[in-house]
């Protein structure tokens, strides 16, 4: 069992930024991936990046969102910039054993609990 705690959400103006942490419980490996998700109210779950031997990111986040994994390697980051409204969201850390990414969140094994980002002036 790997357990995520995310961190660093909160409140931001448009144009801001903020990045957020997820401390993992296993350090990440070619069998350990990790990844962001989010949730908007009212809106599925929709797959944010994530870290392999590679990065990926959706396609409408790529140039303002960037992952990113600390040294020790059991730490995943993801900084977002030029933040708009419609980032809002419950931003997930999530980890599957496969060593590629997935952007279907059944895909994944694990879950943290959740971090808020709120992008409002």
């Known amino acids: 069992q790997v357990q995520l705690v995310e961190s660093g959400g909160g409140l931001v103006q448009p144009g801001g930024s903020l990045r957020l942490s997820c401390a993992a419980s296993e350090r990440t490996s070619r069998t350990l991936v990790m990844g962001w998700f989010r949730q908007a109210p009212g809106k599925e779950r929709e797959f944010v990046a994530c870290?392999?031997?590679?990065?990926y990111y959706a396609d409408d986040l790529k140039g303002r969102f960037t992952i990113s994994s600390g040294n020790a390697k059991n730490t995943v980051y993801l900084q977002m910039d030029s933040l708009k409204s419609e980032d809002t969201a419950v931003y997930y850390c999530?980890?599957?054993?496969?060593?590629?990414?997935?952007?279907?969140?059944?895909?994944?094994?694990?879950w943290g609990q959740g971090t808020q980002v709120t992008v409002s002036s």
């Open positions: 870290m392999s031997w590679t990065t």
């Open positions: 999530a980890a599957k054993r496969s060593a590629r990414c997935s952007s279907t969140s059944s895909d994944w094994d694990y």
